[in-house]
């Protein structure tokens, strides 16, 4: 007997065997069902009081019996092509009675079935009205956006309507929009998610991760703020906010889902599972984003250092191209012809490859920070004074560089973008203060908050350069609305670096654009910082200034601390 799917505790056998019947049946293909297998499926859902389902292919065969309702009703493997149909459609009882149930139409969505219908069962396990729904097309405007609900019509009328001839132009209509939405189209179009869980920038988070994506290159054609207090384990927003965001994306031609929380590889699987979208959360967005800015040589070898140590743990269920190669040697342990071998997963191998590569990176990135020790020590010989400046990223750090050192043209020009981590690596450049003389001034990568832990750790060695400044320059955007959180961040990020102490000039960049009201509270908050605008080079002589008298007192203080040295050594002598 054919395996029955479902609850099918408490049934006696005689029942058992009438379901695994039903694979027997067939149907006249391009046709919903017939009277009767629905009179069958009516009587055997009557006698054991619950749903029955059967799955039916477009040649009419019934491949999988299940007692259960639409949405556990047991489906193959479904590969849908993207436009197109998966080639099954859902025929099952509604016992009770009723039309068309949200479960039934959202697996009809889900599962992109040709077609769903529900037989009511009537007294005496006699068949009644007959409800069938079908998709339709991305764009359809209407009552019903994912789905087309046919007139009820009776069980003796089921086999009437022509679902093979439905199936077909539904199916070259979605393949007729999407060839017009490629030729259209220019990049991904995503839809952001950020999870509200109570904290009071969940709205300017959500605003920095559609920057992020503008930044990768993605086209935001959606944004979702989601309140939940208590996360979903498998899938953080639970399936009724899935099966939303998914309509959402069949509607507007959406085929990425960024997640504003970092994902773990269970959670990546089982959310791509229910949507069918191509799914990445704000570390893998914030790693592409660095891999697409990565120039020189140093920054290349660090992102690819930390897109390995993020992809290692997530290589496990990776898909088909995991599947393992190689069962044992010899066909007494049970490999089949081809794949006998030593027994190494393609999983392992991948993993080994990476370990290998990651020791190669590391061994890299050794010999460049030994380069940089020996350029910082030149420096110091020299006693230039090292001002670093550091920021949140896209505060204009790079404009502010370019205004300082009026390298206005290449080779000297630095890199500024409108866009987030522009800079990767460390730009030095010559400047000079009235009274000082000749200072180095040094560009860093842009900071960012919940920056991700394998990128703190690639780039680690570039942020401890920080600490060999005489005077951080710290630049905040004054014409963000989060310039406060911002401006806390970057200091969490230097407190953990141990440069929290240095002595800092806070330039109030975007000035011209700022808010008044909101840029005199920033000067308040930042105990005096300088108001600036590094494009349009207004306040930067008042900035020099300040660096001036910032650079002049670590001088003094180093001085005092020489001669104070020396005044001990004699008194040791």
Known sequence: MDKVHGNTSGLRPAQLKSLGNLYRRRIEPGRVGSPELARNLAELSSDIRREVGVLIDRRG?????????????????????????SGFHLLHTHPRGGVLSKGD??????RRLDAVTAIEVRDGGQ??????????????????EDWRILPPVPAFQIDEFDLGAQVQALEEEIARAARTRVSKKDHERAILVQIDQGEFDAEE????????????????????????????AGTLVGAGKLEELTSRAYHLDADLLIFGQELGPAQAREIEAATGLKIIDRTQLILDIFALHAQGVES???????????????????GAALSRIGGGGGSAAGGAIGTRGPGETKLELDRRRINDRLSFLE???????????????????????????????????????????????????????????????????????EGIGPVVLTDTVGFIRDLPKDLTRAFRSTLEEIGDADVLLHVVDAA???????????????????????????????????????????????????????LKNIGTADLKEALTDAVALVQRQELAAREEARDLAAQYR
């Not at 920095?208 to 996360?231: D, I, M, P, Q, S």
Request: hydrophobic share 40%; glycine share 6%.
């Open 61 to 85: 065969r019934v491949i999988s019996v299940s007692v259960a309702d639409a949405k556990g009703t047991e489906f193959p493997d479904l590969r849908m092509g993207e436009n197109r149909l």
């Open 105 to 110: 139409l959202s697996t009809l969505f889900l």
């Open 127 to 144: 068949p009644g009205l007959v409800h069938t729904a079908h998709l339709t097309p991305p764009g359809t405007v209407g009552e019903e």
């Open 205 to 232: 988070r959500l605003d920095e991760l559609a920057e992020l994506a503008r930044t990768a290159g993605a086209e935001v054609v959606h944004r979702e703020l989601v309140y939940r207090k208590n996360l979903k």
């Open 300 to 318: 290349r070898l660090q992102v690819e250092l930390a897109q390995l140590r993020y992809m290692k743990p997530r290589l496990l269920g990776a």
């Open 363 to 433: 061994k890299q990135l050794e010999g460049v920070a030994q380069r940089r020790e020996e350029r910082r020590k030149t420096r110091e010989r020299n006693a230039v004074p090292v001002i670093s400046i550091v920021g949140y990223t896209n505060a204009g750090k790079s404009t502010l560089l370019n205004a300082f050192t009026h390298a206005a043209e290449e080779p000297r020009r630095v890199l500024a973008e409108n866009k987030l981590f522009a800079t990767l690596r460390p730009t030095s450049r010559q400047g000079y203060l």
């Open 480 to 534: 963000s609305p989060g310039a406060d959180t911002r401006l806390d961040a970057v200091n969490r990020i230097l407190e953990d670096l141990g440069f929290r102490d240095l002595p800092t000039v806070i330039a109030l960049n975007k000035a011209d654009a700022a808010d008044p009201e909101a840029l005199e509270r920033q000067i308040d908050r930042t105990d005096g910082g300088i108001p600036v605008s590094a």
